[in-house]
């Protein structure tokens, strides 16, 4: 069962000096990247790693909501994060399923979701 990171979250961003978009965009962020590296270290599986990504992104949007207002927020980037974690887990699959590669898959994927547009709506198409 995935963490639930709203309280992290939300004492960070009512601890900014100033809470602009940008601040807590910053402190999102990080904590995408602190826990991209906390599954890698782990080594963690697919499914683990894109259940924890999915609570943080939940998390993130609850705070957003809070902080901006329910009719300011806009799901963007937990949309993103499901079509990345569909890119990777077929890649995944593709590759015969390898153990400890949860995170290769998803930074190649992530990758090919930022910079090319797919053939294949489903997986990865441009995000706005």
Not at 52 to 62: M, S
Request: hydrophobic share 40%; aromatic share 8%.
């Amino acid at each position: 069962m995935a963490r639930d990171y709203y309280p992290l979250l939300a004492r960070a961003i009512a601890g900014l000096e100033e809470k602009t978009v940008e601040a807590r965009r910053t402190v999102y962020d990080h904590a995408r990247a602190v826990l991209v590296r906390h599954m890698r270290d782990l080594d963690a599986d697919l499914s683990t790693g894109f259940g924890e990504l999915r609570a943080l992104e939940e998390a993130i949007l609850k705070v957003e909501s809070e902080v901006a207002g329910p009719e300011d927020v806009k799901p963007a980037n937990i949309d993103e994060s499901y079509k990345i974690a569909e890119r990777a887990y077929l890649l995944w699959e593709q590759a015969g399923r390898p153990e400890g590669k949860a995170l290769e898959y998803w930074l190649r994927a992530e990758a090919e979701c930022s910079t090319e547009p797919s053939a294949d709506p489903r997986y990865c198409p441009q995000v706005s």
